[in-house]
T-cell receptor, first 111, second 114 residues
């Protein structure tokens, strides 16, 4: 059973702070990792993906991957109230075309 | 990216009836998926819609309850049959990019079963 775990939150951070969202996965063969953002009442939309160990930066977002620890995280710098949403982690195992989604972490950025 | 539309956007149905949800994509895609998302929960894959063959269902989902059609590379339907209140959920269609594994999601169909 492939599992992807996320703390459901809510994670509450003040505007301008760094929000750190975490995701662990059970399948050591996992090869690609995606972060989606889902606003209330809307569909998920991709923020970024990461394949290799280390950090990947895109604007205010940084994805961090540690395959040895089976851990992927998303950092949001200079958090804005518009970042308030649920963030879903999705993990692809090797050879699979179907991702396993975590339950999502609810982020609240308060002014 | 792909632009996906779904119809209906929402519906309220009576127990025991069936509802067919349509998904239309603006480009030809190989992989189309149907998900269910219940309130406060993550996405649960129902099935992969295959063009020209039967859909591939995930554990816990069966064709009799969720028949799927995929007549071409841009269109699919999901039917929720013999509905019960437990079927109340958001149903999402998605497609996968050829370039990488990114999934694009439709706007969803919010179903309420009374």
């Amino acid at each position: 059973q492939k599992e992807v775990e996320q703390n459901s939150g809510p994670l509450s951070v003040p505007e301008g702070a760094i929000a750190s969202l975490n995701c662990t996965y059970s399948d050591r063969g996992s090869q690609s990792f995606f972060w989606y953002r889902q606003y209330s009442g809307k569909s998920p939309e991709l923020i970024m993906f990461i394949y290799s160990n280390g950090d990947k930066e895109d604007g205010r977002f940084t994805a961090q991957l540690n395959k040895a620890s089976q851990y992927v995280s998303l950092l949001i710098r200079d958090s804005q109230p518009s970042d308030s949403a649920t963030y879903l982690c999705a993990v692809y195992s090797g050879g699979s075309y179907i991702p396993t989604f975590g339950r999502g972490t609810s982020l609240i950025v308060h002014p | 990216s792909a632009v996906i539309s779904q119809k209906p956007s929402r519906d309220i149905c009576q127990r025991g009836t069936s509802l067919t949800i349509q998904c239309q994509v603006d480009s030809q895609v190989t992989m189309m998926f149907w998900y269910r998302q219940q309130p406060g929960q993550s996405l649960t894959l129902i099935a992969t819609a295959n063009q020209g063959s039967e859909a591939t269902y995930e554990s816990g989902f069966v064709i009799d309850k969720f028949p799927i059609s995929r007549p071409n590379l841009t269109f699919s339907t999901l039917t929720v049959s013999n509905m019960s209140p437990e079927d109340s959920s958001i149903y999402l269609c998605s497609v996968e990019s050829y370039r990488d594994n990114e999934q694009f999601f439709g706007p969803g169909t919010r179903l309420t079963v009374l």
